[in-house]
């Protein structure tokens, strides 16, 4: 399993995005490998206002359809923060924030990957690399 930050999402969906080809052929890479995708409602939202202010309304709608369409195939789960993580992800937060700049949402999805031992973000963010997982593509 691979954690889909807000990063990849925009540059598959963002067709001026200068990640684009590059997140459009990991992503079918990675499934046609088989493998699953996780992401978690903290990304979704942080996707949508993004897609929001750079595709606009229309576009953000069409990524939320192509999305559920995503999720009704099996090919992408969500993880909905709890109390428990967004508590851990506070932890995070204060403690690595003094020299770095990740975002809450980074810090929730932290979290969630030491939670269900995962160690590769598809993203291209580079809060991941400071965090310790490998960031692909």
Partial sequence: MIFVDTSAWIAMWNRKDENHQ???????KITSSGRSLLTSNYVLDETYTLLLLNVGYKGTIEFRHHFEELRDLAAVAVYFVSEEVEAEAWEIFERFNL???????DCTSKAIMEREGLTEAFAFDRHFDQMGFVRSP
């Fill in 22 to 28: 590059t997140a459009l052929k990991f992503k079918d």
């Fill in 99 to 105: 020299d770095k700049q990740w975002s809450f949402t």
